[in-house]
């Protein structure tokens, strides 16, 4: 016979099931009763709970986990403004390919359709932010939404899901079975008249290259394009999401990262290239009017989901497959065919002009850092396994641009949605991932208050993360494009902050460095102290106009 559950305690044992380690989230009174049963579980297998300071910040970290680990994370609130404050959140992992589940507290059954204390239309305000909104009715449904919210999340485009939950709905009985563990539903390599085609388009190519995009960055994709690498030797330019997909190894097939503005060596490759191989590449990232604007490239997009097509992007081939098999199956054709591509040895001067930056800089005014100082030391003293996670702000472009990171999903970027306060919430949990290295976070003054409060988050958790700011008392990324638009700036400056009082307020460790020598020595410090620290770093943006400007030949804004 079943054995009877209540709805809170059947949706534990379904979290339990697909493997779900944490639950973040902010309490209330209508979701009370699954924080309970969590906390008190008496099942090691049940995920933990972790309280957070905002709920948007829950949903970031619950975000962060899909990144990380391809399995969706978990973000519960209580209803009214708890639904609400997830909408951020949800939002960006949809747009950017995160699997996520939010479970959101709501009034009574029979108080929905009243004007009552936090009663609002939860499931029909998520359905225009997630891939699916659904609202359960009676505690039985409760295992089969969640599971389906699961898979949801997690099928190519993978991205947030939503499950309202009434109150009485998680204090009700069940008499039904928990779903059981489900099997991820697998894709197929290309067909091999799809890979004769790629082989075909390659041989007859002068000037091929690889845009690798976000759905490139997975620990498997990236393995395969760096086995087809080997013995396929064609440059590659990533997105600022497919970070870290060439290694160390592989360097001299790295023509940089695409985003923003249209004037890197990357843009340039992409402009001059007669074929573009788009592996995992998301349109939300880079549109395809922007780097493929004069139409001259044959294109062939290799993608877990059909490409969107515009204007500016129509693959001449198109292949919906599993990525990893199909780049693995194209490069064993190349092998046992005995082809050969060596395209590379051509591109030296592209090579030497990347690795010489496309940019002059002036010096930084007194008391103050360049940007580009802030990442070569950042570059010199992290770790090539140190997981970065990157806000939002001028710096992230700076980071971007010049910071090489060589293992996938190791530089983490919001670049679909580019929200400010992403940047602590995934550090927080890449260090619950990770505990055995410390995590750098990398915020501007203006994004890391967006969610600074989850500091003595991690202070409580003890966790190990050094949260570097770029600190200039403005929101600069939109200042310096103000000011190159209309010649001068609004409504884009902030109050000073002493960023390292304000760490160890919350228990934390705090620096000030204003040289390069100075942040390479904080960060030593730093990356060896235990639980959170924070170093503050004056910056000088002086050169922020370059980002924006053309910075090589034929290259268009």
Do not use: C
Request: net charge negative.
């Amino acid at each position: 016979m079943t054995k009877k559950l209540t709805g809170s305690q059947a949706l534990i044992q379904s979290m339990i099931n697909q493997g779900i380690k944490y639950v973040f989230g902010v309490p209330g009174a209508k979701v009370d009763q699954l924080f309970e049963d969590l906390k008190y579980s008496t099942d090691p297998k049940a995920p933990k709970l972790i309280i957070t300071r905002h709920e948007q910040d829950a949903a970031f970290m619950a975000a962060g986990v899909g990144r990380l680990t391809g399995k969706p994370g978990v973000a519960a609130t209580t209803s009214g403004p708890g639904v609400s404050n997830l909408i951020t959140g949800l939002l960006t992992a949809t747009s950017e390919a995160d699997p996520v589940i939010a479970i959101g507290g709501q009034v009574p059954r029979d108080d929905v359709a009243r004007l009552t204390h936090q009663s609002i239309p939860s499931q029909a305000i998520m359905a225009n932010v997630t891939k699916s909104s659904v609202e359960v009715q009676d505690s039985n449904n409760l295992s089969e939404a969640f599971t389906n919210a699961y898979q949801t999340s997690v099928a190519p485009k993978a991205g947030a899901t939503f499950v309202s939950v009434p109150g009485d709905v998680l204090a009700g009985e069940t008499d039904r079975d928990v779903i059981g563990t489900v099997k991820p539903a697998k894709q197929s390599a290309a067909d091999d008249e799809t890979i004769n085609k790629v082989i075909n388009k390659l041989k007859s190519a002068s000037h091929p290259v690889i845009l690798a995009g976000m759905r490139a960055s997975t620990p498997a994709n990236a393995a395969a394009i760096q086995a087809l690498l080997k013995v396929a030797s064609i440059p590659v330019v990533e997105t600022f999401q497919g970070a870290g997909i060439i290694s160390k190894e592989l360097e001299s097939h790295y023509f940089g990262r695409v985003g923003l503005f249209r004037n890197q060596i990357g843009d340039n490759l992409l402009r001059d290239s007669d074929l573009v191989i788009t592996i995992g590449y998301d349109p939300v990232e880079y549109e395809g009017r922007i780097w493929n604007a004069e139409h001259t490239s044959e294109v062939i997009s290799i993608d877990e989901v059909a490409p969107e097509i515009s204007a500016d992007y129509q693959p001449d081939v198109t292949a919906v497959v599993d990525i990893a098999k199909t780049i693995t199956k194209l490069a064993d054709t190349i092998k046992a065919t005995q082809l050969q591509f060596d395209f590379i040895k051509d591109l030296d001067n592209l090579r030497q002009k990347l690795n010489e930056r496309t940019i002059e800089t002036t010096p930084a005014r007194e008391s103050l850092v360049h940007p580009l100082d802030v990442v070569d030391a950042l570059q010199e003293e992290i770790a090539s396994d140190t997981t970065v996670t990157v806000d939002v702000g001028s710096f992230y472009i700076w980071m971007a641009r010049y910071f090489r990171s060589y293992q996938p999903r190791h530089l983490l970027f919001s670049n679909g949605m580019q929200t400010l306060g992403v940047s602590l919430p995934w550090a927080i949990v890449a260090a619950l991932e990770d505990s055995s290295k410390p995590v750098v976070s990398v915020s501007g003054d203006g994004g890391f208050l967006f969610s600074g409060a989850e500091l003595e988050t991690a202070v409580r958790l003890n966790l190990n993360i050094v949260q570097v700011i770029f600190n200039d008392g403005y929101y600069d990324m939109v200042k310096f494009q103000e000011v190159a638009k209309y010649g001068k700036d609004a409504g884009v400056t902030l109050g000073p902050v002493d960023f390292a009082a304000y760490a160890k307020s919350f228990g934390a460790h705090g620096h000030t460095a204003t040289t390069k020598a100075e942040i390479k020595e904080a960060m030593q410090q730093a990356l060896t102290e235990d639980g959170p620290s924070v170093i503050d770093i004056p910056v000088d943006y002086s050169d922020n106009i370059k980002l924006k400007s053309a910075l090589l030949d034929d290259i268009l804004n």
